[in-house]
C-alpha cells in the first residue's frame, strides 16, 4: 500500500532482547518482499529478502517470516544490539512482476535499543 | 565495489527555481530508480529507468523530470521548486530491472527557502 509515515510505529528494546517488527502488504500478486533498515542521515540498506513461495527465511540474526493468508510480514532480529537502532522499512514491487525497480514501502518501524 | 553515489549530499533552493540532481549507480548496475522520502508521506517511487528509457513513473507533477545516460548514471530534475518539494530524494540500483534487490544511495537532501 501507500506509504503514510507521519506517525511511525515505534518498538523500544533492552539490549540482548529479540526484536519482532512487523508489515501489512495491500497487493495478494505481490511475489516478493524485503527488509531495509535506514540508520539516521543514511539511505535504506538491504537485510533480507523473501519470495512469496516461502514462508520463512533466515540470515545473520534476522528472520523474515510471510504470512501470505493474511498478508503479514514480520522480522525478527535476535539478540538486538545498539547498532539495530534505526528505522526499518518492508517494501514490495508494484510493477505487475515486469520490473522490481518500483518498490511500494510502508510506513516503517523505529527500534530503539537500549543498552 | 564502490555503492551507489549521490550528488551533492546537502542542496539548499529557492521556491521557483529548479535543480538537477546527479547519481551514479554500482558500477555494472544498468537500472536506477529514484525515490522521494519526507516525514509526511514516507518514501515514494518517482521513476525507474534502464537502458536509457523510463519504465516506469511515480504519481508525481511533470515538474519532476529524469534521465539516463549511456553510462547508466542518472539525473532528476525539479523545476519551479514548490516548499513543498523539501526532501531526501535517494536514488537506487540494480543490475537490471528484473533484479532483486535494489542497492540505495545515502540520498540528496533538498531544502526549500
Known amino acids: 500500500g501507500e506509504s503514510v509515515g507521519l506517525h511511525l510505529p515505534t518498538l523500544s528494546v533492552q539490549e540482548g532482547d529479540n526484536s519482532i517488527i512487523n508489515c501489512a502488504y495491500s497487493?495478494?500478486?505481490?511475489?516478493?518482499f524485503i527488509w531495509y533498515k535506514q540508520e539516521s542521515g543514511k539511505g535504506p540498506q538491504f537485510i533480507i529478502d523473501?519470495?512469496?513461495?516461502?514462508d520463512k527465511r533466515q540470515g545473520q540474526r534476522v528472520t523474515v517470516l510471510l504470512n501470505k493468508t493474511v498478508k503479514h510480514l514480520s522480522l525478527q532480529i535476535a539478540a538486538t544490539q545498539p547498532g539495530d537502532s534505526a528505522v526499518y522499512f518492508c517494501a514490495e514491487p508494484t510493477a505487475g512482476g515486469t520490473s522490481y525497480g518500483k518498490l511500494t514501502f510502508g510506513q516503517g518501524t523505529i527500534l530503539t535499543v537500549h543498552p | 565495489k564502490a555503492g551507489v553515489t549521490q550528488t551533492p549530499r546537502y542542496l539548499i533552493k529557492t521556491r521557483g527555481q529548479q535543480v538537477t540532481l546527479s547519481c551514479s549507480p554500482i558500477s555494472g548496475h544498468r537500472s536506477v530508480s529514484w525515490y522521494q522520502q519526507t516525514p509526511g508521506q514516507g518514501l515514494q517511487f518517482l521513476f525507474e529507468?534502464?537502458?536509457?528509457?523510463?519504465?516506469n513513473k511515480g504519481n508525481f507533477p511533470g515538474r519532476f523530470s529524469g534521465r539516463q545516460f549511456s553510462n547508466s548514471r542518472s539525473e532528476m530534475n525539479v523545476s519551479t521548486l514548490e516548499l513543498g518539494d523539501s526532501a531526501l530524494y535517494l536514488c537506487a540500483s540494480s543490475p537490471q530491472p528484473t533484479s532483486q534487490p535494489q542497492h540505495f544511495g545515502d540520498g540528496t537532501r533538498l531544502s526549500i527557502l
Open positions: 529507468y534502464f537502458s536509457e528509457t523510463q519504465r
Open positions: 523473501i519470495r512469496s513461495n516461502m
Open positions: 497487493n495478494s500478486a505481490s511475489d516478493y
